[in-house]
């Protein structure tokens, strides 16, 4: 089975750090871009940040710039989000999509082919 698994939430302080992980299982990660969203209660998903498949590029909501990082380790097929200072209006829960043709990003969800379950980022004090 095809998929892609996220780990590392949890309930954290604001001004506080956490490390999500995106591990895929059944495929190699190598080829796809890959996307983080989150989805507060009672919102839309909204794109967080997505990193291409050789990370050249990457991309940032403006409402995470500068606190958050992405990156990717294909020889252990994850990809991380590093999300320091962290705000309670980052508490969501955070999903992370492989996307074919992974040359460049897309901030649509619809373009990603593989969702995994999600992970509960809670930031209060």
């Known amino acids: 089975q095809l998929q892609v698994v996220e780990s590392g939430g949890g309930l954290v302080q604001p001004g506080g750090s956490l490390r999500l992980s995106c591990a895929a299982s059944?495929?190699?990660?190598?080829?796809?871009?890959i996307g983080w969203f989150r989805q507060a209660p009672g919102k839309e998903p909204s794109g967080v940040s997505c990193?291409?498949?050789?990370?050249?590029?990457?991309y940032f909501s403006d409402s995470v710039k500068g606190r958050f990082t992405i990156s990717r380790d294909n020889a252990k097929n994850t990809v991380y989000l590093q999300m320091n200072s962290l705000k309670p209006e980052d508490t969501a829960v955070y999903f992370c999509?492989?996307?074919?043709?992974?040359?460049?990003?897309?901030?649509?969800?619809?373009?990603?082919?593989?969702w995994g379950q999600g992970t509960q980022v809670t930031v209060s004090s």
């Open positions: 990193i291409t498949s050789s990370s050249e590029r990457t």
């Open positions: 999509a492989a996307k074919n043709q992974g040359d460049y990003c897309s901030g649509q969800p619809l373009s990603y082919a593989y």
């Open positions: 059944g495929f190699t990660l190598d080829y796809y871009a």
